[in-house]
């Protein structure tokens, strides 16, 4: 049976992100009333764990770091079709730098037992770093492959993937067990259902802190983290803007006037 | 006795034995990090054959090149890539290292700063060194800009998108030490690169455009969307896009402009539907002219240009297009 493990994030929604402000004492984001939703690429990995499953005998696991909240992506996964997940909660991993996440998810992933597979997103939305996935393979001392954007050949111990690379791709082979990282371009994610919301009910979210991960408390959240944010500044780099008016027809003449005056058009 | 500070080291990247712009670029301001902290700037460089172009690393501002040269490293292999650099870093003990934002470098950064236990920033707009000679990486987000830094753990890692800094004035008459390097005979080599496809960009470069036209969320849907690209067309511009328009997937993850995306340097910026967020406009950098057409009047992008047209970009940007056909056929005929 194939085991695969997605990791997820519950990110601000995006749509709301902008009202997220830095605490300038604390130096840790103040998440103010913003939903938490699941990141967007990583319902492509999600995706893609279930179309294996689809195709082949595997087993989908669902795993995840973030305060207890979070566990409601955890069960959106779950209703998708995952067969079982995990939410790693503890105010010792608060504060996480992309290291000290992909440190925590690493050991996450060692607890839940044999795997063959581990999918996430690209990068999350609010972080956008891209270090997760390869951290995490690095902690499991094992291979990577980002970006995939296809999944080529995924019968046996070797599968064949592409993945993207400025106007192109590559062409990987790559030994189980293995992380991919996946961008939009893998597939579609489909929606949740009224009866897989109805099965999820019935499955259970393991919720694990440091002492069950066996986690040192220097290698966890924002002690386990090499970078931190050392200062914030505003950005006054604003330009004295002049507002073309009058009808559609005229402020289009006005502006192309504009524009011819810089010799570029 | 002061201990003498790590080198500064760029991780060059080579695409068919070609050195990337934004590796040059990179070793020109790791140069000016390395007078300020009085140590010396080193190239790593992995390809096949790559002699030659140690040349261009040299006059761009390194003093010294760890030079890869095997028929096994002419194309990134993360394995190999990585253990050589992670074997040469603990050796060298570097004090900075950067690599560029591509593809290749946002796979292999971290995975030598996980292997190092150290810390790597992403999308930096800017590398400076504090009070205590740390380095500071300048990140916008949320409104204002982070300084991130990697106080106890070496070295301190970033990755930084080409056009960030300039082009390096190149002083062809520098030289300096070749090191090569072995490879290792003992890669688990679990994942092979059997292919690589790269096709000649579509439409108009972003490197190259005096012009670029950003769109953004406003264009409403697929339709609006053309409609901007239609603009760009017009104008031989290069066309970008904002994070919101790239997740509708009305434009190409390749064509983002912002913090996560391409940087870039237009004579000419023109905004289309598109709010200002700072994630987008710091992908601006030095716009000459910069032009808005947002439908809010309100919208905080009117505080970052010179231009501003309050109008529906949807009901606006044709008729933008027929005036500049209309001006650009009466230039014609003149």
């Known amino acids: ?265 | 006795m002061k201990k003498q500070p790590g080198s500064v080291w760029v991780i060059a990247e080579q695409i068919d034995c070609r050195i990337l712009d934004v590796s040059l670029q990179l070793i020109a301001h790791a140069r000016k990090l390395a007078i300020e902290l009085e140590t010396s700037v080193e190239a790593v460089l992995l390809g096949d054959k790559m002699n030659e172009q140690t040349r261009q690393l040299f006059a761009a501002g390194a003093d010294r090149v760890y030079l890869g040269n095997a028929p096994d490293l002419a194309h990134y292999q993360p394995e190999i890539y990585t253990e050589i650099i992670v074997k040469l870093a603990k050796e060298r003990q570097p004090e900075i290292v950067l690599i560029g934002s591509t593809s290749m470098g946002r796979e292999l950064a971290p995975l030598v700063a996980a292997r190092l236990g150290t810390g790597l920033t992403a999308h930096c707009i800017d590398l400076v060194l504090d009070e205590n000679k740390i380095l500071e990486s300048i990140i916008p987000a949320y409104g204002g800009l982070l300084s991130i830094i990697c106080p106890e753990k070496r070295p301190q890692m970033a990755t930084i998108a080409a056009g960030v800094f300039p082009k390096p004035e190149m002083d062809e008459n520098r030289t300096g030490e070749i090191i090569a390097l072995e490879v290792p005979d003992d890669i688990p080599r679990r994942i092979q690169t059997l292919e690589i496809i790269r096709e000649k960009p579509q439409g108009v470069s972003f490197e190259s455009a005096p012009i670029v036209v950003a769109g953004g969320a406003g264009a409403g849907d697929l339709e609006g969307w053309r409609k901007i690209a239609d603009l760009a067309e017009t104008l031989n511009a290069a066309l970008g896009a904002t994070r919101p328009a790239v997740d509708e997937g009305w434009a190409e993850l390749e064509t983002m402009v912002g913090q996560s995306g391409k940087i870039v340097s237009p004579e000419l910026y023109i905004g289309v539907g598109l709010s200002g967020e700072l994630q987008h406009m710091v992908g601006i950098v030095g716009a000459k002219v910069m032009v808005a057409i947002n439908n809010d009047a309100k919208s905080p992008v009117f505080e970052q240009v010179d231009y501003g047209v309050v109008d529906d970009c949807r009901e606006f940007v044709p008729v933008l297009i027929n005036k500049i056909k209309e001006y650009q056929e009466k230039l014609v005929t003149c």
């Open chain 1, 1 to 265: 049976m194939l085991k695969i493990v997605v990791c997820v994030k519950a990110v601000p929604d995006p749509k709301e992100a902008h009202k997220i402000k830095i605490d300038p004492a604390t130096k840790i984001l103040t998440r103010s009333d913003v939903p938490f939703v699941l990141n967007l690429v990583d319902k492509n990995a999600m995706e893609a764990a279930l179309q294996l499953k689809e195709q082949l005998d595997a087993h989908i696991t669902i795993l995840s770091m973030g305060p207890p909240p979070a566990d409601n992506i955890v069960k959106e996964c779950l209703a998708l079709g995952a067969d079982q997940g995990f939410l790693l909660s503890d105010r010792a991993f608060g504060g996480a730098d992309a290291y000290a996440t992909a440190y925590t998810l690493a050991k996450g992933i060692e607890k839940i037992g044999p795997y063959d597979v581990v999918l996430c997103g690209m990068a999350s939305s609010d972080g956008s770093t891209e270090w997760v996935g390869p951290e995490m393979a690095t902690f499991l001392k094992i291979p990577v492959v980002t970006r995939v954007n296809e999944i080529v050949e995924y019968d046996g111990e070797w599968w064949k993937v592409k993945a993207g690379l400025e106007n192109g791709y590559r062409l990987v082979r790559v030994k189980l067990p293995a992380v991919f990282t996946v961008t939009r371009d893998l597939n579609t994610p489909r929606s949740l259902t009224f009866s897989g919301i109805i099965k999820a009910r019935k499955k259970e979210i393991t919720q694990w802190g440091i002492d069950e991960l066996a986690v040192p408390e220097e290698s966890a959240g924002q002690k386990g983290s090499p970078t931190i944010i050392s200062n914030l500044a505003t950005i006054d780099s604003k330009r004295t803007v002049e507002i073309i008016t009058g009808t559609r027809e005229e402020k289009a003449e006005q502006l192309v006037q504009k524009l011819a005056d810089t010799g570029l058009i």
